[in-house]
Every structure is written in structure tokens, then in C-alpha cells.
């Protein structure tokens, strides 16, 4: 069974800082997707990451795959305030279609 | 384009009613997925369809639950005799196909249930 390890579940940060979200999956994995979710909304696809190695950056945000530590991250730089909402990752492996979803980690940028 | 929807966006019902969701997702997908999001469970899959089969159902959590697709498009979500546990957001989401294809999901905004 896969199961989706994601930390810190809450990030409390400062405008202008640094920070990495880490995902950590049990076992083959060969598709990694990055969520988004602001409060009372739905989830918003940020990024999808196919193979070992891959790195995708969007504005202030760069996700990275790693199949051999079986890790994803989620890098932001510079917070800013609009940064601010709950990040899932989810994973697919083999043919199975459902995704498998982390906890979260609820992100707040603080002025 | 129009992105997936679903309908009620917020549903109250008592204790032993029964419930139905819907779901019409992006125009053309053949996938569909439901999915349901708690506090204490966090998002979890309950079923598939690609066209109007189910071929994996394995996220339903009682036989309670059900769910029906008909014409490759709008699916519906049922569920029998309520329980509080029930409570929680209900996602939709569709993506254009499956096996080795990326499966990007597109997701709806929701069905909040609340079972008093």
C-alpha cells in the first residue's frame, strides 16, 4: 500500500524567507503531483513531475522528484503574503488511477 | 473552457437520510474520480470511472455508498442512511485519460455535507 508521508503539516513563515515541503512515499511511484487548496476553495494543479530528476518552477515555487530517496520537495522562495494556503502532494503508481494524497501542509506567510 | 462542477455546493441532512451528489466534469474527459476530504481522514480516493464503468472501487467506504456515471459524462454519488461520520467535503475530478497518460486530475469545488 502506498502511503505519502508529507512535514512539516503546518509552516508558519516570514515575507522574503526560504523553505522546502518534503513528501516521502513507501514505495514505487512513477508520477508525483503538486495541489494547492486555499481555504473553503477547491484544489488547483501546480505541478506534475514524471521522472527522476525532474525540476518545474512556477513564479516562486520549484518541485523536485527524487524516485530513488522517494522524495518530492516543494521549494518557495522569497514568500510572499499570496503564497499563503495548504499544499498536497499525490502520488500515482502503475496503472492505478486514484492518487494518494499527503496530509498537507498548511503554509502561512506572515508580513 | 468550463472546468469540472458540482452540485449542491453545500448539503445539510439529518441523521438516516439518504443523499445524492453530482458531479459534471470537463467536457470530453473520460476519467472521473470522486474524492472525499475530512479533518481526521484527510483526502481519500473513493472511486473511478473511466466511461461509465468503475473499474476501481475500492476507496468506497461502506456499502452505503454508490455511484453511478451515465453517457461518459455527469456521475452521481449516493449516500444511504447517513451517518455523522459522513460529514465532509465530497470532491469530483476529471482528467482526459488514464493508463500512461500524465493523469492530471482536475478538481471541483466541492460538495460540503453536513449530517446532523
Known amino acids: 500500500e502506498l502511503k505519502v508521508e508529507q512535514n512539516p503539516l503546518f509552516l508558519s513563515m516570514q515575507e522574503g524567507k526560504n523553505y522546502t515541503i518534503y513528501c516521502n512515499y513507501s514505495t514505487t511511484s512513477d508520477r508525483l503531483y503538486w495541489y494547492r487548496q486555499d481555504p473553503g476553495k477547491s484544489l488547483e494543479s501546480l505541478f506534475v513531475?514524471?521522472?527522476?530528476?525532474a525540476v518545474k518552477q512556477e513564479g516562486r515555487l520549484m518541485a523536485s522528484l527524487d524516485t530513488k530517496a522517494r522524495l518530492s520537495t516543494l521549494h518557495i522562495t522569497a514568500a510572499v503574503h499570496d503564497l499563503s494556503a495548504t499544499y498536497f502532494c499525490?502520488?500515482?503508481?502503475?496503472?492505478?488511477?486514484?492518487?494518494?494524497f499527503g496530509t498537507g501542509t498548511r503554509l502561512q506567510v506572515t508580513l | 473552457g468550463a472546468g469540472v462542477s458540482q452540485s449542491p455546493s453545500n448539503k445539510v441532512t439529518e441523521k438516516g437520510k439518504d443523499v445524492e451528489l453530482r458531479c459534471d466534469p470537463i467536457s470530453g474527459h473520460t476519467a472521473l474520480y470522486w474524492y472525499r476530504q475530512s479533518l481526521g481522514q484527510g483526502l481519500e480516493f473513493l472511486i473511478y470511472f473511466q466511461g461509465n464503468s468503475a473499474p476501481d472501487k475500492s476507496g468506497l467506504p461502506s456499502d452505503r455508498f454508490s455511484a453511478e456515471r451515465t453517457g461518459g459524462s455527469v456521475s452521481t454519488l449516493t449516500i444511504q442512511r447517513t451517518q455523522q461520520e459522513d460529514s465532509a467535503v465530497y470532491l469530483c475530478?476529471?482528467?482526459?485519460?488514464?493508463?500512461?497518460?500524465?493523469?492530471?486530475?482536475?478538481f471541483g469545488p466541492g460538495t460540503r455535507l453536513t449530517v446532523l
Open positions: 513531475l514524471l521522472s527522476n530528476g
Open positions: 499525490a502520488f500515482r503508481t502503475g496503472t492505478a488511477s486514484k492518487l494518494t
Open positions: 475530478a476529471s482528467s482526459p485519460s488514464t493508463g500512461f497518460s500524465y493523469n492530471e486530475q482536475f
